[in-house]
């Protein structure tokens, strides 16, 4: 008996679709990461960092929030977070991912709906599996289909709260929510709005607050905002009405009987927010970058909407994207293949995404080098 042959054969299956995935070291020029503002290598966390550990900030938590594993360097982060991004109270969880997952598997509730955007990350759809409360996706930005789901819902003797999940900026597409439309739905219908901030915090926003502005301050309005990417570490922090803190605290296994995240890590966290407010020329330059890039690749076959540091360039067969990415690599830019299931089948595609890891000459270069990868693989 070969135990292993169901793994075997669905990997072959993926390998014969173009879409068996492996790990690889990053080379070249940074068109991959999510290292929006370059602080991830930054000499400035680094000096943090180095300080923090001399000066005797553990390394590591030692044990749950609940159980020995809460610091004064998580409470001073949640609590600058709360200040800083206008809410009454933040948690900080160990990734996105773990936020999102606890977030939709705690507070909606029997009874209630969550009604999340198409294009939603996949944390929310394993939060919502484990929650108790129904959910259904609605298509992308539409708001006029997401009212339409609410009042069938309502009408079909739904008496529960409704929950509205998206992001503010999607990261595979690079387009942005109508956050607006959004909330005046929310506070139309008495529900809660749930905006996912991973791809535009520290980048849009003053002092890089995110896409939200004056609608993360609601009663009704919960931000996740992850101290990766743009911020440089690792973690997801949460900013919500105190009661549910408070209920999160109590409820949320995904914090109850998890190693809390590293001291270290949440100081790194509340020093990169704060440095990125008083340097403004961050994200100047990047909106340099991004300016740039929207004139070189003004005629490739961007998504619609596109209005970000996330350029796709949509390709729809999975073996052509990884064709063309590879040939890129090839040529010392660090640029990746995206495939279902990630994205809808039928549009694989190349996600170039912009950092101030790279030069303005860097983004001319690598716009030359896909126009050139492009026509062979279309002569091909």
């Known amino acids: 008996m070969d135990r292993f042959k169901p793994y ?33 290598r930054s000499p400035f966390l680094k000096e943090v960092a180095q300080t923090a550990i001399a000066n005797g900030i553990a390394h590591g938590s030692g044990g749950s929030r609940l159980l020995g594993g809460n610091h004064p360097e998580h409470e001073a982060l949640e609590d600058f977070a709360a200040a800083h991004y206008g809410a009454e109270a933040s948690l900080f969880f160990g990734s996105g991912f773990a936020a999102n997952t606890a977030l939709f598997a705690t507070l909606p509730q029997t009874g209630d709906l969550v009604l999340h955007d198409a294009l939603i990350h996949a944390s929310v759809h394993d939060g919502m599996k484990l ?4 959910f259904r996706a609605f298509p992308h930005n539409d708001c006029n289909a ?21 992001e503010s900026l999607y990261s595979m597409d690079g387009d942005r929510a109508p956050l607006a439309d959004l909330a005046q739905i929310a506070d139309a219908h008495d529900a809660m709005l749930v905006i996912d901030e991973a791809h535009a915090v520290g980048i849009f926003g003053e002092g890089g607050t995110g896409l939200s502005g004056d609608i993360g301050r609601r009663e009704n309005v ?7 990417k743009a911020l440089g570490g690792e973690g997801g922090l949460l900013t919500m009405a105190k009661i549910l803190r408070e209920f999160f605290i109590n409820r949320a296994r995904p914090l109850i009987f998890s190693t809390a995240p590293s001291p270290l890590t949440a100081h790194l966290a509340q020093q ?29 076959r961007l998504s619609d909407g596109q209005d970000s540091q996330i350029f796709p360039v949509i390709l729809g067969e999975d073996r052509l994207a990884v064709a063309v990415a590879q040939r890129l ?19 694989a595609r190349l996600r170039l995404s912009l950092t ?4 303005q000459d860097d983004i001319r270069d690598l716009s030359a080098a896909l126009r050139e990868a492009l026509t062979l693989a279309e002569a091909a």
């Open 8 to 40: 075997r054969d669905q990997l072959a299956a993926l390998e014969k679709a173009g879409r068996k995935r492996q790990l690889s070291v990053p080379t070249g020029k940074d068109f991959s990461s999510n290292d929006y503002l370059g602080l991830a």
């Open 131 to 134: 929650g108790r409360a129904g």
């Open 146 to 166: 997401l009212e339409q789901a609410i009042e069938t819902w309502r009408a079909s003797g739904g008496t529960g709260t409704v929950w509205i999940a998206v």
């Open 222 to 228: 919960i931000i996740l905002r992850t101290c990766g």
């Open 272 to 300: 990169a927010i704060a440095h990125i407010a008083d340097n403004p020329s961050l994200q100047a330059g990047l909106a340099n970058h991004i300016a740039l890039a929207r004139s070189c690749f003004a005629d490739l």
């Open 329 to 347: 690599q090839g040529q010392g830019f660090d640029v990746r293949a995206i495939r279902p299931p990630t994205v809808p089948a039928g549009t």
């Open 356 to 359: 101030l890891n790279v030069t």
